[in-house]
């Protein structure tokens, strides 16, 4: 038995080991990794996410045994954190192409990444395992923080800002070395602000204002800021792969995401602050620019899809191809319009803390995040493949990526709407009528419309976990008896 324990790490990297296929370089090799835990946990996201979704329409479900302040906790934590690994391993995928060169400390990135998957694993045990106790000094760095969705001990925390700097390092050292480009320079730079803004998180204040107003950095600049310029980057290589875009395109429409995320990211952090005992100009500031973060990703993907005529419009990736058009349209109404709905200071004073909030955070992270880690996905798995055809007639596989995308997509858009008919119908009863009052608050809870909704929101969660179980075994099926290889596109001239 000690023996097996001791032998515990090697079996798990045996386990990743057989991952890796000849087709791959070392940074592929690595990036496969990072996918595979990203998948498992996109999978927990959705199982505590049911949970807590029965637990809407009957509080009594597993109660004292896995409660709803749990299961909210892991359903979000395991959403952040799978995307990130998305994140990393979508780069590590590109970043010898990228820069022609092998990847500078690439042992250093492996081991980065056992240590984030072991330190994740920790977490969210401890998560499970210790639910109830005093909040002392010694929880915050060993149990949970209680900070809502950057709950993680302050030792985990620390892991990830020294695994963000690893991941600089093997990034920027790579380019250092080889070859330069417009999307090296942006990444660079965005990885920088990755590591350092997460750091906002780390210290604690007594005074709840200043608390919050940092805390919202970690919330918002660093999931809605840096995030979204790595998508940027991922996108923009991945047309290029996918289409043959130009480059100039591509890049052009990232550096006007980067002076937008500087001038309207950053300004548009404000709508945060409505309610928390800032001055009183973040109304206007923060209500204005929030909604103009969506705009370049967008306008990226429809300049690449124009320009792509001039291959007739050929793809190396279909499946891939349908997940990038799906992100264009859930950044777009997820981040864009259901984020702008509801920051309006006018219009938020009713919405906020309502299910208005889950509504806009179900489809803007769906739409903006999950989507291209999804795309990405595919294109690893059909370099994994071999580099094989991955078209619509795809030999007795072609309808499970064809199914899974409309039921991911019909899922979550079920749930966004199902949550925004709620959160109406709270700012009206609780907030316009009930005064924001706990006797508002409750009366809210119990009306019919409410109820309804979390029924509905359960269905479509249903369908939605039906879509990414299909993903999955699509994911691990694709190409397979493929022999028909990806065509080639150069860059448009």
């Not at 595979?36 to 807590?52: D, K």
């Not at 548009?268 to 005992?277: P, R, S, V």
């Not at 798995?381 to 094989?388: E, L, P, T, Y």
Request: glycine share 12%.
């Amino acid at each position: 038995m000690i023996y097996s324990v001791a032998a515990l790490p090697h079996r798990i990297a045996g386990a990743f080991d057989a991952l890796d296929s000849p087709h791959l370089n070392g940074g592929q090799q690595l990036a496969v990794k990072y996918f595979a835990v990203a998948v498992v946990l996109f999978l927990a996201q959705v199982l505590f996410g049911m949970l807590s979704g029965i637990q809407f329409v009957a509080p009594g479900f597993l109660h004292g045994i896995l409660d709803f302040n749990v299961n909210r906790m892991v359903h979000i934590n395991a959403m952040v954190v799978w995307l990130l690994y998305g994140f990393i391993g979508s780069i590590y995928w590109f970043l010898e192409d990228e820069s022609g060169t092998e990847i500078a400390g690439l042992k250093w990135g492996n081991v980065a990444f056992y240590v984030l998957t072991a330190a994740v694993t920790v977490v969210v045990l401890v998560y499970l395992l210790i639910q109830t106790g005093p909040g002392k000094d010694a929880s915050i760095w060993f149990i949970n923080e209680g900070r809502e969705y950057i709950e993680a001990p302050r030792w985990a925390d620390i892991g990830i800002v020294a695994v963000m700097l690893v991941f600089f390092y093997n990034v920027a050292g790579t380019f250092m070395k080889g070859r330069w480009s417009g999307i090296a320079g942006v990444l660079t730079l965005d990885l920088v602000a990755l590591a350092g803004l997460y750091v906002a998180g780390m210290f604690y204040l007594t005074n709840i204002t200043a608390d919050q107003y940092w805390w919202w950095w970690v919330i918002h600049l660093w999931v809605e800021a840096t995030w979204e310029v790595l998508v940027g980057c991922i996108m923009a290589w991945s047309l290029m792969h996918l289409l043959g875009a130009r480059r100039k395109i591509v890049q052009t429409w990232l550096y006007i995401e980067v002076a937008l995320m500087f001038g309207s990211g950053i300004l548009g952090l404000g709508h945060h602050y409505f309610w928390i005992g800032t001055p009183d100009y973040w109304f206007s500031i923060g209500g204005f620019f929030s909604a103009l973060e969506p705009i370049p990703l967008v306008a990226m993907v429809v300049h690449s899809v124009y320009d792509a005529g001039v291959h007739n419009f050929r793809s190396r990736n279909h499946p891939a191809l349908a997940w990038i058009i799906a992100h264009t349209f859930g950044n777009f109404l997820g981040a864009g319009v259901w984020g702008f709905m509801h920051t309006l200071p006018q219009i938020n004073l009713y919405t906020h803390g309502t299910q208005w909030s889950a509504s806009h955070g179900h489809l803007a992270f769906f739409g903006a995040y999950a989507t291209i880690n999804i795309a990405f996905f595919y294109l690893a798995a059909q370099k994994w493949r071999g580099d094989v055809w991955m078209g619509g007639d795809l030999p007795g596989n072609g309808w499970k990526w064809k199914w899974a995308l409309a039921l991911l997509n019909l899922g979550v858009m079920g749930m966004t709407v199902a949550l925004l008919i709620a959160g109406y119908e709270q700012s009206f009863v609780e907030r316009a009528v009930g005064g924001s009052t706990w006797e508002g608050y409750f009366a809210a809870q119990n009306q019919v419309w409410f109820k309804q909704a979390m029924h509905w929101r359960l269905l479509f969660g249903l369908v939605t976990t039906g879509g990414v179980v299909l993903l999955v075994w699509d994911l691990l099926t694709i190409g397979k008896g493929e022999s028909r290889k990806a065509p080639t596109l150069s860059e448009a001239a």
